[in-house]
């Protein structure tokens, strides 16, 4: 397979009402700090994200499918662990890494145990098809999944089976800049992963 440079950025369709939409419904921190705001809407003559210091690139997806604002240790070990920024999650990903926590917290009453997730996961990179036979290419945003590893068909299945949705149609074109408290988030530095992920 041989991979070609990605398409541009999807144009913006993200607004400040519709942020405002995802604080009303508890998905976003409310702005209370005019001085530094929790999140803010890029600007529709923003080409591709570049957001201000201290911000990382989120999308309105990763909300839906249960990124909170500030970031658990978990998922900063998840960025860390594959060596990717936010925006290289998928948004299946996210939900895979949110039920995991969830799992080991609501049901394990535990912190999410490292160990436990490298046996269940692996991460694989998405390379977007280029309409030439043999080509892929780049993807800027979700080109990670965090996919369940399989076993031998005869074993049985070790983890809860999990409906993870087919069509994020337009899902890349949602995004904004979030408030990175404490640098917490890898820092958004526009770089594309085409290399498997070690681990």
Known sequence: MRLVAPDD???LSMTDRRLLDLEKEGLLRPRTSLSRLEWIASTADHQEPNPPKGYVVSFAKFHHHGLGSSPSRFMRALCHHYGVELQHFSPNAITAAVIFAALCDGYLGMTPHWDLWLHLYQGELFHAPSGATGVRKLVRAGCL??????GQAKEPREYIPIGLTSNHAQWDSLWFY????????????????????DH
């Open 145 to 150: 999944n965090l996919v369940q590893k399989t």
């Open 9 to 11: 950025w999807r144009p």
């Open 178 to 197: 979030l408030r990175n408290d404490d640098d917490l988030f890898p820092t958004y530095t526009r770089c594309l992963i085409s290399e498997r992920p």
